[in-house]
Structure formats: C-alpha cells, structure tokens
C-alpha cells in the first residue's frame, strides 16, 4: 500500500500530452506493428531518440507487478528532516567502486525492462548478468568485475564508437561514491534495489553544460571542460578521452524507482546564507553521490567520435544497486562517514592508523 497519491511531476504529464498530440506518426514503436513485442506484451510509445524515452515508464516487471513505474521502498524511510550540521571539516569523504566493462547491449532495464533490443547500445560495468530482464532478485549476489565481490550492481552508460568501431573502457574504472552533503555523518547506504538514470539522452549542449552533475566534461590532454567531444586529443599512448559527471545523492525515502527514473532523487541545493550543501525538504535522505570517471582509450583526431544516443553531450549513465547490504553499510560508514579518502578496500592510505573496511580480497573480515 503506497503512503501517499501517485503524482507525476507536470514536466511529464506534459511530455505525455504533447507525445498524445503529435500522434503516432512522430513516435517510435519496436514490436510487430500490431502493438505488441510479438510475445502479446504491449509495446509503449516512446519519444524517437536513440532508444530512449522522454515518457513515463508503463510496463510491468518482477519489480514493478502493476507496470506503473513507481516502486515502493519497504520499508520507506520516513520522520527524516534534512540534516544542516556542520561537522569538523574533511577534505575528503569517499571511496571508489573499482569496475570492469562486462558486455554491451541495446538492453536497459530501468528505462525498458523486459524489452530487450529497445535501447540503444549500451556498455555495461559491475554485475556480468545484467540485461534487459534485470530484477532486484536476478542481480543481487551475482557474479561481477567489480573489486569488492560485494558489489554486485549494474552501472551502464551509453556506448561510445570510432566511427563504426566500439571503443570500451580498459581495465577497472573509478566510480565514486562520496558525501554530496555539507554534513558527510548524515549519509546512509543506498537501500537494495533503487534505482536511477543520471543526465539526460535528449538534453543540448547548454542542457549538459548546466546540468548539477556536470564536473569537467569531456576532457583530453590540456583540453578541459567540453560539452561536445574535442576535435583532436594529443595522439600518444598516455592520453584518453576523460568525462566525469556526478549522480544526485538526496532521496525521498520512499520509492525506488518512479516514470521517469529521476524523480525520487535530487541534487543538493544551498543552505540559505551559508555555503553548506543540504538535502531538499522533499528529498531529506542523504545516500552516497555516485560520480562516474571514465576513460576511453581513443585519441587523435577525434571528428568521428560519437556515442550510441548521439552527440558527445547526450552522455548519462544508470545506476541499479545490488551491493551485499553489509559491505555497502561498512564502506559508507568508514570511508564517507569517517571523512577518508578510501580505495576500493575501503582503506586511506593517508591515515593508515584508520585501516580498512574490508579485506586483502575485497571481503568483509
């Protein structure tokens, strides 16, 4: 039973009226031209763009029984106000997901679950199962290429081509998760199963440039700070195409999941008079920023580079977290609440006097 009415922010209801408008003509289906995916499964109309959609999520799943895009947190986490204290300062209060590319495919499980082929290309990190059928329950405890056996979640970002080649990330990529809030104590681990998409397919230059989770953009050599790919990157062995972009790290504590896979978390916003970051009245949980770094190893001239959903500013990633419970509680407690700069061990080797939070292979001791 839902604590409260079902209401969809009005940027979407809009988007949903002007898709009614436009008629089917300007919308993309994929199914067999009778409305079906050719299983008898109803096929929802999406905004034509690469595989992805600007509409509310409408079809069911073992997550979502009734396939309206809301999924209930149980238990939900209410009596929660934003927190505004201003503990002793750390420059640093974080620690990193080290995780290998697994597989690509034209799957999303938030955005299109149970819709395999409907996306456009995606690479994936951290859980090797993950696909277009992805659950809760399919993901949690599977096998996966990140550092920390404990971290079974799916981390996907659209796919990024050299013309027609695929160029994948090498090796373990950093993904961050740090304190998005002045006071780092209040952060709680993320609960099992929220999900969420970070940026926007269909968003412009100035879109992404704006965005709260743009850090320095596309970045190669001396060249920083681009919203669209640079035209060339020094053509040596040392050098790959960089971005970073940070997640919104304040959560409404009661679904996870909603339409539009955006709503029920929210950036930071400014204390009034202060320079302190804090959670929204209407968002008042604090749970680790995620902030993808990652690197592609092109270089040289650059005019043929390109991602599956588009220019280099339609770049956004998804999230579908999966971690064992206890290992994400003991990182998030040592390292973000603890005010360390942790690795993937949860171990700073600045305060060596801290020590880790989890073993020599990655494990809870």
């Known amino acids: 039973m839902r604590s409260s009415p079902k209401r969809l922010p009005a940027l979407l209801v809009g988007t949903a009226l002007v898709a009614s408008a436009l008629g089917a003509a300007t919308l993309a289906h994929a199914g067999t031209g009778d409305g079906t995916d050719g299983r008898g499964a109803p096929v929802v109309a999406a905004a034509a763009h690469s595989g992805h959609t600007t509409a509310v999520s409408t079809r069911a799943s073992a997550d979502d029984p009734d396939g309206d895009g809301y999924i209930p947190a149980v238990p939900q986490v209410t009596g929660v106000t934003p927190s505004s204290a201003d503990p002793p300062h750390r420059y640093f209060h974080e620690f990193q997901a080290n995780c290998s590319v697994t597989h690509t495919a034209p799957d999303d499980p938030i955005v299109f679950p149970g819709q395999p082929g409907k996306s456009h290309d995606h690479t994936f990190m951290g859980n090797t199962s993950t696909d277009a059928y992805s659950t809760t329950a399919s993901l949690d405890g599977g096998a996966t290429t990140c550092k920390a056996p404990g971290d079974a979640s799916g981390y996907w970002m659209p796919s990024l081509f050299a013309g027609d080649r695929k160029i994948l990330p090498v090796g373990p990529q950093t993904i961050y ?69 940070q997640a919104p790290s304040c959560w409404d504590g009661k679904y996870l999941d909603t339409p539009d896979h955006k709503s029920h978390l929210a950036y930071p916003v400014v204390k009034p008079g202060t320079n302190d970051n804090v959670c929204p009245a209407d968002h008042p949980v604090a749970v680790p920023m995620i902030e993808f770094k990652m690197a592609f190893p092109v270089n040289g001239d650059l005019s043929q580079v390109r991602l599956a959903s588009g220019r280099g500013y339609s770049f956004h990633y998804d999230f579908f977290n999966a971690w064992d419970d206890a290992t994400l509680r003991a990182l998030v407690t040592h390292c973000v609440v603890g005010g360390l700069q942790c690795d993937a061990r949860g171990y700073d080797q600045t305060h060596p006097e801290a020590g880790a939070a989890l073993g020599e292979d990655y494990r809870l001791p």
Not at 211 to 239: I, K, L
């Open 177 to 245: 998760y740090k304190s998005g809030v002045t006071d780092y104590t209040s952060v709680r681990p993320f609960p099992k199963g929220l999900r969420f998409l970070v940026g926007d397919p269909m968003q412009s230059a100035a879109d992404f440039r704006g965005h709260p989770g743009f850090v320095e953009g596309w970045e190669c050599g001396d060249s920083y700070f681009n919203t669209d790919f640079p035209a060339s990157c020094p053509d040596r062995a040392d050098v790959q195409l960089n971005i970073r972009f």
